[in-house]
T-cell receptor, first 112, second 114 residues
Framework: GAGVSQSPSNKVTEKGKDVELRCDPISGHTALYWYRQSLGQGLEFLIYFQGNSAPDKSGLPSDRFSAERTGGSVSTLTIQRTQQEDSAVYLC??????????FGPGTRLTVL | DQQVKQNSPSLSVQEGRISILNCDYTNSMFDYFLWYKKYPAEGPTFLISISSIKDKNEDGRFTVFLNKSAKHLSLHIVPSQPGDSAVYFCAASASGNSGYALNFGKGTSLLVTP
């Protein structure tokens, strides 16, 4: 497809379980970002990947959160031992050069 | 610490009139500003952007104005259409900061009534 895709679109999990969220960026886009939007809040930056460089993890809220990007394309965001405050919409975006970031539809995570 | 603020959570405008959405920021290092539009259950869609070296950028019905001294930007939509009803997010980035990671406001929900 032409745009950023994310899966799953919805995820319901129990507190304490681990979850994995996937992002397929636009083909050829070298930069990839993860954001999250909690209820009533703006989007919050989590992590940034650029090519093969080490990721910028400065936005990750705790060490339960991690992400990887394999082969410079697909990325997976992993949340270990989920908590109720992790409930949010997790959005992925990709960018080419210094152009605009293009967002995927997001994954709505609900932690019960 | 919210560096980008949208103080109006909602705005209602009649079709054909002008919609003005406002945004304030606190970080003087921001040098690129964007507006995104978001429909329910969809990701944000890029609308228009402006570099800090400019004070105005226009694209069809959409114009963004930047006032650096006031750390304020606004989005004008003229004429407003019912299809413009959505949540609008203001975002800003600084060169070299986390790869232009965006700092977002909390959004303004625009309703354009027929």
């Amino acid at each position: 497809g032409a745009g950023v895709s994310q899966s799953p679109s919805n995820k319901v999990t129990e507190k304490g379980k681990d979850v994995e969220l996937r992002c397929d960026p636009i083909s050829g886009h070298t930069a990839l970002y993860w954001y999250r939007q909690s209820l009533g809040q703006g989007l919050e930056f989590l992590i940034y990947f650029q090519g093969n460089s080490a990721p910028d993890k400065s936005g990750l809220p705790s060490d339960r959160f991690s992400a990887e990007r394999t082969g410079g394309s697909v990325s997976t965001l992993t949340i270990q031992r989920t908590q109720q405050e992790d409930s949010a919409v997790y959005l992925c975006a990709s960018r080419l050069g210094v152009d605009t970031q293009y967002f995927g539809p997001g994954t709505r995570l609900t932690v019960l | 610490d919210q560096q980008v603020k949208q103080n109006s959570p909602s705005l209602s405008v009649q079709e054909g009139r002008i919609s003005i959405l406002n945004c304030d920021y606190t970080n003087s290092m921001f040098d690129y500003f964007l507006w995104y539009k978001k429909y329910p259950a969809e990701g944000p869609t890029f609308l228009i952007s402006i570099s800090s070296i400019k004070d105005k950028n226009e694209d069809g019905r959409f114009t963004v104005f930047l006032n650096k001294s006031a750390k304020h930007l606004s989005l004008h939509i003229v004429p407003s259409q019912p299809g413009d009803s959505a949540v609008y997010f203001c975002a800003a980035s600084a060169s070299g900061n986390s790869g232009y990671a965006l700092n977002f406001g909390k959004g303004t929900s625009l309703l354009v009534t027929p």
